[in-house]
């Protein structure tokens, strides 16, 4: 009979291994034996996700791969997902998320959106070129706990600032994490975010540190 | 003193020359903040983009343009002809929204365009015989600009993520590798339909500039499979052309594999280390890098654009085949100042070693 810890490992390996076919199987197989889903989560797929991260930085993997590991996070989601809501579990945040306007670029943007949602994530994917009353009307109808940004363009990144300052004058208390590739922590902080990605898997580390308290309340 | 035409010639033979040549990638982008205009204007207007571009070379007649005095219209031109949708933006290169095909099994219909009739191509062929008409002898004479010299491309890798989705062609990769194949095909006879079209304009082609970021982001089993032959069936079909390649992602992994391109002329981002890349392509393949173009060239002071050429000097210039450069397109509204700090330090330190 395979362990609990078994399955959790071969999780994370499907990520690892790029296969978003088997990470469903496992996943099925996994809740059959009975295992919480928040332990698949954070245990298996979690898991799987920081071999990726180690992997990309050392620069054994590249963005084909990201692509992959994020296919299959999704896939595993997707049979967990209804799991969740059964037990009442909360997604461990709502993101809303989008490239701002005037940028039409989004392959950082849809590795992020694949990442959180395989992440444990309630993601809104807002598109490109997405105006400020967008992300602000959005945030509010899903009562969003973290406003996503990108942009590819030196010209669009002043945007960012802007699409904060309407959620500020909208009295919203939801965290902004920005990334693309003009951009710099510093950068970030000058416009008043509170996290910055250097790239999709540091977007989602980010994303996971600013809900953290809610994150630790989460048993189910 | 060497006129730049065979500063750059020479450089590229690996000779020596009197100074370090410094070569920019300038485009919409950074004109439009040079003149003070949108970029929209630029791109729908060749008129203005000819005039904005040789204003430029006239106020640094000491800078090599890495795409030429030439129409470019950023990434949209070859995916528009295959039937990619686009977007005119007032403050950007016109910009690919939507992709030609959404499944793997749409490939196969897919036909090679038309230049004279497909997507941007023939905007682009006016464009591209307006500046051959127009263009001033002076900037012919000195640096070869339209002599045989294409529009910039995109390279094989890039034009079939753009056609497919980026992150659908990133998939294929490895779910529908045969699939990803059979569209590098279509891609590469694309662009090689692409460049015969423009001799017609500039004669044959004796300098061709391509640009292929995406395939500095995956690994070197993956650019030998699917980037490496297609660019291999570019370069055997235009032999005698020089090939410049821009690819600013960070491609320190797969700079071996670029060198068997066998391209003349190779502009890298700044996420390669200069030395690096000259230790390992440096005695074969000309290095035009790179200093960072946001934190450094635009945001940076003069003195740190300094400290940056000359590190890059150091790093990259040993036995020469090297030119300074931005590791990117130059930014808008880049100061003037940082362009010229560049210059005046190729000019002063810019000595092979």
């Known amino acids: 009979m395979k362990t609990n810890k078994s399955i959790l490992d071969r999780i994370a ?12 199987k496992t996943v099925e197989e996994a809740l059959e034996a009975g295992i919480s889903p928040y332990e698949l989560v954070v245990k298996g797929m979690a898991k799987g996700m920081e071999v ?11 963005l084909p791969e990201l692509v992959m590991a994020g296919e299959a996070m999704k896939a595993a989601m997707e049979v967990l997902k209804p799991h969740l809501r059964a037990r009442g579990a909360k997604p461990i945040g709502r993101v ?46 899903v009562s969003a706990d973290i406003v996503g940004m990108s942009a590819l363009l ?22 902004v994490l920005v990334g693309g590739r003009p951009l710099t922590e510093e950068y970030a902080n000058r416009i008043g975010a509170d996290g910055y990605g250097k790239d999709a898997l540091e977007a989602v580390k980010k994303a996971k540190e600013l809900i953290q308290p809610s994150v630790d309340r989460q048993e189910c | 003193m060497m006129r730049p035409i065979e500063r750059v010639a020479a450089c590229l033979r690996f000779e020596t020359i009197d100074y370090v040549p410094v070569c920019l990638n300038t485009t919409g982008m950074f004109y439009a903040g040079f003149v003070g205009e949108k970029e929209i204007e630029y791109y729908r207007d060749p008129e203005k983009m000819l005039k904005w571009q040789t204003a430029f070379q006239k ?48 490939i196969d219909k897919l036909e090679i365009p038309d230049p004279l009739s497909d997507g941007l191509m023939p905007m682009a062929l006016k464009a591209y015989k307006y500046f051959d008409e127009h263009l001033e002898d002076e900037f012919r004479e000195n640096y070869g600009y339209l002599e045989g010299w294409s529009m910039n ?38 662009q090689i339909v692409w460049l ?14 391509i640009s292929d970021d995406l395939s500095g982001a995956i690994s070197k089993k993956f650019f030998d499979r699917f980037a490496l032959p297609y660019f291999l069936e570019i370069r055997k079909e235009f032999h005698e052309a020089q090939i410049w ?77 090297y030119m300074l450069s931005a590791g990117g397109a130059v930014a808008r509204d880049t100061p003037l100042e940082n362009i010229a700090t560049m210059v005046r330090t190729a000019e002063t330190y810019g000595r092979y070693k």
């Open chain 1, 52 to 62: 990726v991260g180690e992997r990309y930085a050392k620069m054994e993997y590249f």
């Open chain 2, 245 to 321: 390649l821009h690819n600013d992602s960070n491609t320190t992994a797969v700079l071996e594999n670029i060198a068997r391109i066998g391209v003349n002329a190779f502009h890298f981002g700044p996420d390669v280390d200069p030395g690096v890349a000259k230790r390992n392509i440096g005695s074969r393949v000309c290095l035009v890098g790179n200093i960072p173009p946001l934190e450094v060239f635009k945001n940076g002071t003069p003195d740190e654009v300094e400290q940056a050429c000359k590190s890059c000097i150091d790093k990259a210039s040993r036995g020469g085949g």
């Open chain 2, 196 to 209: 015969h079209a423009q001799e017609d304009i500039v004669g044959k082609l004796k300098k061709i500039t």
């Open chain 1, 154 to 175: 030196v010209t669009t990144m002043s945007e960012m600032r802007d699409v904060i300052q309407e959620l500020k004058k909208a009295n919203l208390k939801v965290r």
């Open chain 1, 96 to 141: 809303v998320i989008g490239t701002v306007k005037g940028d039409l670029h989004d392959i950082g943007k849809n590795i992020v959106v694949s990442m959180l949602t395989g992440g444990g994530f309630e993601v809104y994917d807002l598109g490109v070129d997405v105006t400020r009353e967008t992300f602000v009307e959005k945030t509010i109808e």
């Open chain 2, 59 to 106: 106020r640094f007649p000491a800078v090599e343009h890495f795409l030429g005095i030439a129409p470019e219209y950023g990434c949209a031109v070859e995916p528009t002809a295959l039937g990619c949708k686009h977007q005119w933006l007032e403050e950007s290169s016109p910009a690919i929204v939507e992709p030609a095909i959404k499944a793997t099994e749409d």
């Open chain 1, 13 to 24: 390996e499907t990520i690892v291994n790029l296969d978003p076919d088997n990470a469903k």
């Open chain 2, 153 to 190: 491309i995109l390279g094989p890798f890039d034009l079939a993520a753009l056609t497919r989705g980026i992150t659908n062609f990133m998939a294929d990769l490895y779910r529908n590798p045969e699939a990803a194949e059979r569209l590098l095909r279509m891609c590469t006879k694309t």
